[in-house]
């Protein structure tokens, strides 16, 4: 299941009159939902947004996700590979690309919905195949976890590593591992 929606275009319509009858503008309606502008913008254009917002973008609108949804699939011959959240995002790639010629850290910054999360996974590994560390950030504090876990489930299970007593330990052979072959986080 994609993570990205977006509205199908013979539906576009249907969203501009949900607004009307809610009484919203798309600054009004990021507002009371707490996400960015341009997510709302995205969503009111057809372009593909995070599914959590598009869910909460069509309750708040009285829209059916079902009914508004566009699921298909342009090109059935790239049916596995074909990301409807990643179109359009060439130049973006490019600059990463170029950024990581010169840095060996690369900070992705944007307001929340854009696809940052979607374009940093696209680029590691299309760069680092096989070799993509994920570190999932929680979006509520309830969700955090210790970074020692993650450490650990890196070591063990993605680079067949013994792990250490303690986070020092693991910190230290994880360094090694990242001394030694490209890997992506």
């Known amino acids: 299941m994609s993570r990205s929606l977006q509205v199908a275009d013979h539906c576009l319509d249907r969203v501009k009159v949900a607004l009307k009858r ?79 010629q010169q840095h060996r850290l690369i900070v992705i910054w944007a307001g929340g919905g854009v696809g940052k999360s979607t374009l940093a996974s696209h680029f590691l590994k299309a760069r680092f195949p096989g070799k993509v560390l994920e570190f999932p950030v929680a979006k509520e504090a309830r969700y955090l976890a210790p970074v020692a876990g993650f450490v650990d489930d890196w070591l063990m299970f993605d680079l067949k590593q013994e792990i250490g007593h303690n986070l020092g330990v693991s910190l230290l052979r994880l360094k090694r591992q990242l001394q030694t072959t490209p890997i992506g986080i």
């Open 22 to 100: 809610n009484g919203l503008s798309q600054s009004a309606l990021a507002l009371d939902l707490g996400i960015s502008r341009d997510t709302v913008s995205n969503f009111c254009r057809g372009r593909a947004i995070d599914r959590e917002y598009f869910q909460n973008i069509c309750d708040r609108l009285g829209l059916d996700l079902q009914e508004i949804a566009n699921f298909s699939i342009v090109d059935k011959d790239q049916a596995s590979t074909f990301d409807p959240s990643f179109v359009g995002r060439e130049a973006d790639v490019a600059k990463l690309d170029h950024l990581s």
